[in-house]
């Protein structure tokens, strides 16, 4: 099992570890409630050094990523970055990223750490068609930190030059100190909350996290990281997206620009869209009972109508909470249905998401 450059720091202050996209990572130390918590109403941390980082450089660079995903990384300036998925031909999900544009012709592609081979492999088969586009795999030199939480400003202004003022949300700033040690620092998170996300040369990582620790950030783990990615109803790859889910089904609609000229799936998801969706995830709420991908969801008469995608206690709504995958005339707020947990028909309640949305 791979490891990160905190991996034995993890240990050694007693997180509860598992195996994540071929990593050993923490899933809490205290509680992922407590957890939880910290990163609504204060501040918190994570590693995620397993997430995979490509290099994109060359005169062609922006037409080919253009090409490669849904959305328009062409249009973003320098120190900006966008979401986006990236898809097959058929429609289906290869996976869903970050793209940073460094420069002119100089990007940074962040990529879920399951999906590294098998996104390197399809991204270099896809630039043979633009012969000036120079890739490179720098996962293994980089690590990442992600601080989040109303605080995370506060914190890391005193440990750097730059004004976080000046900063918003999905910019980014290369190569600027942050307790002395150079950073790729940017406005960006997988929480719902305000925060940051460090890229930092693997083997400075474990200083800076270690500085964050003493100014008493917690650590948080995988556990919490999901309940709080699934209250701001952020797709997780693997379960709202997937090779047989398209960025349309997921609702991710807004990130897929038929506007441009092409890209590699837009004939499917463009059908998809024209003849109108079969499925849709939407946002379900649980009378008793704990939600799991794959379970099966019911209409009232007991039908079957889709599948759970991503369930969990929703440590800020005090309630369990799902998303779910059903036939797409169930997708509206307000419908009654039914998952079976345990051979027992749980009644939930279809309601408008995102679950939490933080106060502005």
């Given at each position: 099992?791979?490891?990160?450059?905190?991996?034995?720091?993890?240990?050694?202050?007693?997180?509860?570890?598992?195996?994540?996209?071929?990593?050993?990572?923490?899933?809490?130390?205290?509680?992922?409630?407590?957890?939880?918590?910290?990163?609504?109403?204060?501040?918190?941390?994570?590693?995620?050094?397993?997430?995979?980082?490509?290099?994109?450089?060359?005169?062609?660079?922006?037409?080919?990523?253009?090409?490669?995903?849904?959305?328009?990384?062409?249009?973003?300036?320098?120190?900006?970055?966008?979401?986006?998925?990236?898809?097959?031909?058929?429609?289906?999900?290869?996976?869903?990223?970050?793209?940073?544009?460094?420069?002119?012709?100089?990007?940074?592609?962040?990529?879920?750490?399951?999906?590294?081979?098998?996104?390197?492999?399809?991204?270099?088969?896809?630039?043979?068609?633009?012969?000036?586009?120079?890739?490179?795999?720098?996962?293994?030199?980089?690590?990442?930190?992600?601080?989040?939480?109303?605080?995370?400003?506060?914190?890391?202004?005193?440990?750097?030059?730059?004004?976080?003022?000046?900063?918003?949300?999905?910019?980014?700033?290369?190569?600027?100190?942050?307790?002395?040690?150079?950073?790729?620092?940017?406005?960006?998170?997988?929480?719902?909350?305000?925060?940051?996300?460090?890229?930092?040369?693997?083997?400075?990582?474990?200083?800076?996290?270690?500085?964050?620790?003493?100014?008493?950030?917690?650590?948080?783990?995988?556990?919490?990281?999901?309940?709080?990615?699934?209250?701001?109803?952020?797709?997780?790859?693997?379960?709202?997206?997937?090779?047989?889910?398209?960025?349309?089904?997921?609702?991710?609609?807004?990130?897929?620009?038929?506007?441009?000229?092409?890209?590699?799936?837009?004939?499917?998801?463009?059908?998809?869209?024209?003849?109108?969706?079969?499925?849709?995830?939407?946002?379900?709420?649980?009378?008793?009972?704990?939600?799991?991908?794959?379970?099966?969801?019911?209409?009232?008469?007991?039908?079957?109508?889709?599948?759970?995608?991503?369930?969990?206690?929703?440590?800020?709504?005090?309630?369990?909470?799902?998303?779910?995958?059903?036939?797409?005339?169930?997708?509206?707020?307000?419908?009654?249905?039914?998952?079976?947990?345990?051979?027992?028909?749980?009644?939930?309640?279809?309601?408008?998401?995102?679950f939490y949305r933080r106060p502005i």
């Amino acid at each position: 099992m791979k490891t990160t450059p905190l991996t034995a720091w993890h240990k050694e202050h007693g997180a509860k570890m598992m195996e994540f996209g071929g990593y050993d990572m923490p899933v809490e130390y205290q509680g992922i409630i407590q957890e939880h918590e910290a990163v609504r109403h204060a501040v918190g941390m994570f590693d995620v050094s397993h997430m995979a980082e490509f290099l994109i450089e060359g005169e062609e660079s922006p037409r080919f990523l253009d090409d490669l995903v849904t959305n328009t990384p062409s249009q973003l300036e320098s120190g900006q970055a966008l979401y986006t998925p990236m898809c097959y031909p058929h429609g289906g999900t290869v996976d869903d990223l970050l793209i940073y544009r460094i420069a002119p012709q100089k990007f940074l592609m962040v990529v879920n750490a399951a999906n590294h081979d098998k996104d390197w492999t399809w991204i270099v088969e896809q630039a043979q068609k633009y012969p000036s586009i120079q890739l490179i795999d720098v996962s293994e030199e980089t690590a990442l930190i992600a601080v989040q939480g109303p605080l995370a400003k506060d914190l890391i202004q005193p440990l750097t030059s730059t004004n976080l003022d000046t900063l918003d949300y999905y910019h980014a700033a290369f190569d600027v100190p942050v307790n002395n040690i150079n950073v790729h620092l940017s406005r960006t998170g997988y929480t719902g909350e305000d925060g940051f996300e460090l890229y930092v040369k693997a083997d400075q990582a474990l200083a800076l996290w270690e500085k964050f620790y003493e100014l008493g950030v917690k650590p948080v783990g995988l556990g919490a990281r999901d309940t709080l990615r699934l209250e701001a109803r952020l797709p997780l790859y693997g379960h709202e997206l997937s090779e047989d889910i398209s960025p349309l089904e997921a609702g991710l609609g807004i990130f897929v620009k038929f506007d441009k000229t092409d890209f590699i799936g837009r004939e499917a998801l463009w059908n998809q869209k024209t003849t109108g969706l079969t499925r849709k995830i939407v946002g379900i709420t649980l009378e008793g009972g704990i939600a799991r991908s794959g379970y099966a969801v019911s209409n009232a008469e007991g039908k079957p109508i889709g599948v759970i995608t991503s369930g969990s206690y929703s440590p800020t709504l005090k309630k369990p909470i799902a998303l779910a995958l059903v036939e797409s005339s169930y997708a509206k707020p307000g419908q009654h249905f039914s998952v079976m947990i345990r051979n027992r028909a749980v009644p939930t309640l279809s309601v408008k998401t995102p679950f939490y949305r933080r106060p502005i």
